[in-house]
């Protein structure tokens, strides 16, 4: 089966902290013999290659680097007023 999953964070390299749970269940259901396709706000530091059944599709949605604040909690940096 194909299975698309859509999340706003993702561990931006291995042992990364950032949505621990979130790559367990796409791992796990990749290794019940399912294709799980990820589609994740794309980030500077995402390092993470594609794995047997399962692909990365990191994506930028805004025009300018400094719009795409959306995932991995960096909207939460803008409440930060000084």
Do not use: C
């Amino acid at each position: 089966m194909k299975i698309l999953m859509v999340t706003s964070s993702y561990p931006l390299f291995e042992g990364d902290g950032t949505a621990p749970f979130i790559e367990a269940i796409a791992r796990g259901v990749a290794a019940r013999g399912h294709e799980v396709d990820l589609i994740l706000p794309a980030h500077p530091r995402f390092k993470r290659p594609d794995e047997i059944g399962l692909r990365f599709f990191p994506f930028t949605y805004a025009p300018a680097s400094g719009l795409n604040v959306w995932g991995y909690a960096q909207s939460l940096n803008a409440d930060h007023v000084q």
